[in-house]
């Protein structure tokens, strides 16, 4: 008897110490709501940048292929993918993007030497055919992995067929298309 009583006084306890336990139910918008009063609904920041996803190019480890992955930046420019460069090793401290220009219409209205097209995906209206890019310096202007990246990198984000590349205004790289990852 005395056995039946203790087990009924646990069962008591566990449930009376469960049911003082706050909980979480999801809400309609999927976000965590506490039940025991406190509201703790997250709203977005007002004051976040708005950030622009782009695709970095870098050089392989053993430099044989390139590789890319996807980061955002507050504001496209020349400059912020020049600092992405950067920060990913392509490009050395302190380069700076002395200039970037895109000009000429696509030499065709379906699509553009070099450009796939997929059905369903669009080509942005304000893609050109050519792009130039003057920096202030290169790692290495032999070495054409380390040019592809930076042209892989210009092309994509800035919607341009054939990519030039100079260096204070000296042409190192001329007419880049863009180099699959991993080739």
Known sequence: M????????AGVMI???AACTPTT???????TKA????DTVKNPDPTAPDLDVVSIYTVSADGSKLEGTMDAIEGKTAQTLVDSLIEY????????AISFTAEGELSSEEVGPGIIK??????PSNSRE?????????PDEKDDMALHAIANT????????????????????????FMEVGK
């Open 35 to 38: 039940t025991n009063g406190v």
């Open 25 to 31: 139910e999801k809400n309609k918008t999927g976000q």
């Open 15 to 17: 449930l009376s110490l």
């Open 2 to 9: 005395k056995k039946i009583l203790v087990c009924l006084l």
């Open 130 to 138: 050519y792009g130039t890019l003057n920096l202030s310096a290169v």
């Open 118 to 123: 997929i059905p369903g995906f669009e080509i």
């Open 154 to 177: 210009f092309i994509e984000n800035m919607a341009v067929t054939y990519m030039t590349i100079q260096v204070d205004g000296e042409t190192v790289a001329e007419n880049y298309t």
């Open 89 to 96: 090793g392509v490009l050395g401290e302190g380069t700076t």
